[in-house]
């Protein structure tokens, strides 16, 4: 079987496509990355091979394999544009079959067939009863991001992101937070399993912060890991202007003195839009009321951000811990020093894949939780919200370009440059990029391993992210869960002490990366293939790709489980969780 696009074929053609893109998809990437090429091109080819990679599965866990070949089948086709008149009514006609199959197959109630007959533990707190305390001061300021280049930000204790908060793991954290904005506010501790009650969404399990108020959040730091915190109120503006920052919680176990790294820097990116002059070529997408501010950013003149016809606004500068590539500080390093990465995406909507040319990164920590093993590549995909920890040694000297491969960023995708990492003594240097031969490995889900995971869980549901422009069809503003649109989405209704497994498909155009609040989860089926995935709490699941993921239900309390692009979460892809 040749895979058209990426003209990988398997050792006998006749291989099942399951196993094509389960036991295979690996080494199709590798064979894709090393091919000689540009970098762009090298790096939009993952796009390529997912879509093409999908095409050629069509069977599924899911219940809907036809289904979803079909639809593969046709975005394919449509890729052609030549049938294209001919497909809309195709797709029109496949949609319409998309509902009633979904209706069909997937409304069973799934309520436990394995009930729990003895609760597992809930979450032990080990709180060491060590307290640490921080202000956060939330308000507006003129925010540069490289000299002549001010946005109008929002910002803690002025500054953005805001600090980096630092504790160990068990530490009680106290967080006042000063509300100086003209509109209410709240504050979300992303990947920390915190009591619901500090969780901190606005009109779930929190009340406003008003103007003028204060509030203290207080909870336990677990568990160990790269954490992060933003607004959870108008998110677009505020979490998408500048409301935001990393979060470290150090393991309390002393780490034997080998397995910490000399150095590390904690590296958070943003994007914003800077120019409000770019043509629409798509549907305007308007911020949220009073949000101008943020998002319409410096000279306020012209008509505003516009969309592409995609969920994004025209982010059109890109920076990490607020400076553009320019103005960024060089990331110093020794030669011989083992230097730790502590990636964060924190943009508004952008999947970026980070990628340092010169050297081997070593993943150690997906979304903060630590790998069974470490996994070696060149380039590590993030989808907003989700984290990496990445290791590298200085062996190479010189200054190198730390960058992202910015998918959304035209239909090849383009790659921005975010820092440089400089050797001592040679700050002079210019900077390197990758060879033109150079083989660009980026990590995948399905390559990273966790710990073994117990079957079967207690409850099952099954989840379809779509909307937006699908195919020319649909709302740049409407995003969807089963076809319903939040608040209007079914929450789900489970019970204390379940294992709680959600099965994920994307058949929308873009990327969700779906975060769980108030919970770890792990990846136990990737794309058709049950693994023991990673543990995370952000996954981002890619256009006609499907994934199972577990949790415990070991923390009671109403939860958002939500697209942490801002621009689909506002459209409405998001549900709620519910136990007591
Ligand atoms: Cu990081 Cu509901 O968010
Ligand atoms: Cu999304």
Not at 121 to 146: C, N, S
Not at 155 to 171: F, I, K, S
Not at 277 to 286: E, Q, R
Not at 458 to 469: F, I, K, N, P, W
């Amino acid at each position: 079987m040749l895979c058209g696009p990426c003209g990988w074929f398997g050792p006998a053609a006749g291989l099942a496509a399951r196993e094509h893109r389960g036991e295979n998809d690996y080494q199709c990437e590798q064979k894709r990355m090393a091919q000689p090429g540009t970098m762009p091109n090298r790096m939009a080819s993952l796009n390529q091979h997912l879509i093409c990679a999908n095409a050629i599965t069509g069977s599924s866990t899911m219940g809907n394999g036809r289904l979803i070949r079909s639809m593969a089948a046709v975005s394919q086709l449509l890729k052609t544009r030549a049938f294209a008149p001919l497909l809309v009514i195709l797709v029109l006609m496949t949609s319409v079959g998309a509902v009633l199959a979904a209706g069909a197959v997937w409304s069973r109630p799934d309520e436990s067939t394995h009930p729990a007959l003895t609760l597992p533990p809930l979450k032990q707190v080990q709180a060491t009863g060590q307290i640490k305390e921080f202000e956060l001061d939330v308000g507006r300021t003129g925010w540069e991001l490289a000299p002549g280049k001010t946005v109008d930000a929002y910002a803690y204790n002025g500054q953005v992101p805001g600090p980096e908060l630092r504790v160990t793991e068990g530490d009680t954290v106290r967080v006042t937070v000063k509300n100086a904005l003209q509109e209410p506010t709240t504050v979300h501790w992303h990947g920390v399993e915190v009591p619901v009650g500090m969780d901190g969404v606005l009109g779930l399990s929190q009340a406003p912060i008003q103007p003028g108020d204060t509030f203290t959040y207080e909870f336990v730091a677990i568990p160990a890991g790269t954490r992060w915190y933003h607004a959870h109120a108008n998110e677009l503006a505020q979490q998408g202007g500048g409301l935001v920052g990393a979060l470290i919680i150090e393991p309390r176990d002393p780490q034997p003195q080998s397995a910490r790294p000399d150095r590390e820097f904690t590296l958070v990116s943003g994007e914003w839009v800077t120019s409000s002059t770019t043509a629409p070529t798509g549907p305007m997408l308007m911020p949220t009321p009073g949000s101008a501010g943020g998002m319409d950013s410096m000279m306020g003149q012209g008509a505003g951000p516009m969309a592409q016809g995609v969920g994004r606004l025209n982010y059109d500068t890109f920076t990490l811990n607020g400076k553009t590539y320019s103005a960024a500080p060089p990331l110093m390093v020794r030669q011989g020093e083992r230097v730790r990465l502590r990636l964060i995406n924190a943009n508004a909507t952008d999947t970026q894949i980070f990628a340092l040319p010169g050297h081997r990164l070593s993943v150690t920590h997906t979304d903060g939780n630590v790998l069974q093993q470490p996994v070696q590549v060149e380039a590590v995909p993030l989808g907003v919200g989700e984290r990496a920890d990445v290791e590298f040694v200085a062996d190479n000297p010189g200054r190198w370009q730390l960058e992202a491969f910015m998918p959304a960023l035209s239909s090849q995708g383009e790659v921005v440059p975010l820092s440089d990492i400089v050797y001592e003594g040679h700050e002079a240097d210019a900077a390197q990029d990758f060879a033109p031969d150079a083989q660009v490995r980026i990590a995948s889900y399905a390559n990273f391993g966790g710990p073994p995971h117990p079957d079967p869980p207690d409850r099952v549901y099954e989840l379809t992210l779509s909307g937006g422009v699908m195919m020319g069809m649909g709302s740049p503003t409407n995003w969807t869960i089963n076809g319903k649109n939040y608040p209007n989405t079914d929450p789900l209704e489970v019970h204390l002490g379940q294992r709680v497994r959600l099965k994920l498909l994307n058949m929308s155009m873009e990327d969700h990366p779906m975060h769980l609040h108030g919970h770890t989860f792990q990846v136990v089926a990737a794309n058709g293939r049950a693994i023991d995935g990673p543990l995370k709490d952000t996954l981002t699941v890619r256009h006609m790709e499907q994934y199972e993921i577990e949790f415990v239900a070991d923390n009671p309390g109403d939860w958002l489980f939500h697209c942490h692009n801002l621009v689909h979460m506002g459209g409405g892809l998001m549900t709620e969780i519910h136990y007591r």
